[in-house]
């Protein structure tokens, strides 16, 4: 049992890993997911590897493609209404309870927003896309739930490859700024209520942006 134990460890780590890797931007759709140089950078056995692999094609983040191996996926524009379906159920959900937010979850999501304008002043514009997307991790974290926590991380690095769908990437996270800074200022000043229904326009801007370029 313990040796099971440690090799799902080990798969879960280095699943975790190729996701990370994933909605940081430093894998993109159509990238092939190489087990020679994979072993090599995460320090695992193909096995391992292997058995990780297979858990994020079951995540939706990679596929097997015969003759190919395993590919980084190409979302289509229904993988864009499904992901924004959950957004919207998970996010406006997390501030509709009324309860005042601790100030730890108001500092994090001030440290999200502060390093997303931070890589913006320096054009670092996948950094920004990757502090917004922590953001957004961080409202969903206010429900209390694990499980919603680990599987938003899917959500968010599946989000992260309609992003390298955007030829401008400049362009496409530059409104983001100012709507995420918007939203964390309602919820520092307890206006929950307020704070949704700005969380609800911009999910719907950015789902048409994002179908604009799938």
């Known amino acids: 049992m313990e040796i099971n134990e440690i090799e799902l460890s080990a798969t879960d780590k280095i699943a975790a890993q190729i996701r990370d890797d994933i909605m940081q931007g430093k894998l993109v759709p159509g990238v092939a997911l190489i087990e020679a140089e994979l072993t090599l950078a995460y320090s695992v056995s193909r096995n391992t590897l292997r058995e990780a692999m297979r858990q994020v094609c079951r995540e ?14 190409t979302l289509s524009r229904q993988d864009v209404r499904d992901i924004y379906r959950v957004r919207r159920t998970l996010e406006l959900q997390a501030l509709s309870g009324g309860e005042l937010i601790s100030a730890a979850s108001l500092d994090a999501m001030q440290g ?81 209520a307020q704070a949704q229904a700005a969380l609800a326009d911009y999910l719907r801007a950015s789902e048409q942006a994002m179908l604009d370029y799938v």
Request: proline share 3%; no cysteine; charged share 20%.
């Open 112 to 192: 999200s927003v502060s390093a997303s304008e931070a890589a913006a002043a320096r054009q670092d514009w996948r950094s920004v896309g990757t502090h917004s997307l922590l953001f957004h991790q961080h409202i969903v974290h206010l429900l209390g739930s694990p499980s919603f926590d680990a599987f938003f991380k899917t959500i968010l690095a599946q989000l992260r490859l309609i992003f390298a769908s955007a030829p401008d990437e400049e362009r496409f996270q530059q409104p983001w700024i100012a709507m995420d800074r918007a939203i964390l200022q309602l919820l520092e000043q307890g206006r929950q």
């Open 60 to 73: 939706g983040l990679a596929l097997h493609i015969r003759h190919r191996g395993v590919v980084v996926r």
